[in-house]
């Protein structure tokens, strides 16, 4: 299968992006048994465990991010996903097309604003979207066995999309499995279309998901 390209595809797989040492201090420093993790993905992690805060203040990632999205970067968001026999799940087709902030804000074309768990959530335009970038980080080895992420390379360039849309472009698009070790990156747009289906291994398989923007949001909005 041909190589992913960022600037073509949308998404490439860096290798070996963390070393050994940081897998294992991540995985070490990431409390499975933490209620929080109760869920598919948590908010903040950034702020509830040590080594991600390192994550989101680590030069490489910082560098990567940077330039590809040519600007000042931080990290605006970062969740963590695992898929065990016991907690496993399936996202269907779908782009990443929501940002979290501190309080709404009048800009135009984005919105909906809704208010889950005290955070203010809205979908934002492509522009917006083509200033962030996604970087999952693995923790553990990931195939198409163990659910990894699925992508359409290419299909960011279609904007955002509507659903029949979506159904279109998953119809006649190469679909694409992030096979990945340890330590590897699947960087992406988060317009880009991925989907990823249940486990069916007895296996953990932990992603840690951050997300980088180059934009600057109006005075006194934060990133939430
Ligand atoms: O980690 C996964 O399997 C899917 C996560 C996902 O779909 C997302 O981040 O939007």
Known sequence: MAKLEFEKDGVEIRRS???????????????????????????????????????????????????????????????FFDKTPDKNWLVAWHQDKTVTLNAPADLSGWGPWTLKDGVHHAQVPESVLNQMLTIRLHLDSTDEGNGCLEVIPGSHEH??????????????????????????????????????????QPSHRRVVHLEFSSFELPAGRSWA
């Open 159 to 200: 904007g955002v999309l509507e659903r029949h849309e979506i159904a279109e472009l998953v119809g006649s698009g190469r679909v694409f499995p992030c096979v990945a070790d340890a330590g590897d990156a699947v960087v992406m747009r988060p317009h880009l279309l991925h989907r990823s289906q249940k486990s069916t």
């Open 17 to 79: 992006l963390l070393s050994r040492d940081t897998v294992e201090s991540v995985k070490t420093d990431i409390d499975l048994n933490s209620p929080e993790l109760r869920k598919h993905g948590i908010r903040n992690l950034e702020k509830k465990f040590e080594s991600i805060a390192r994550l989101g203040s680590d030069d490489r990632l910082l560098s990567l991010a940077g330039n590809l999205l040519c600007g000042d970067v931080s990290l605006v968001r970062a969740l």
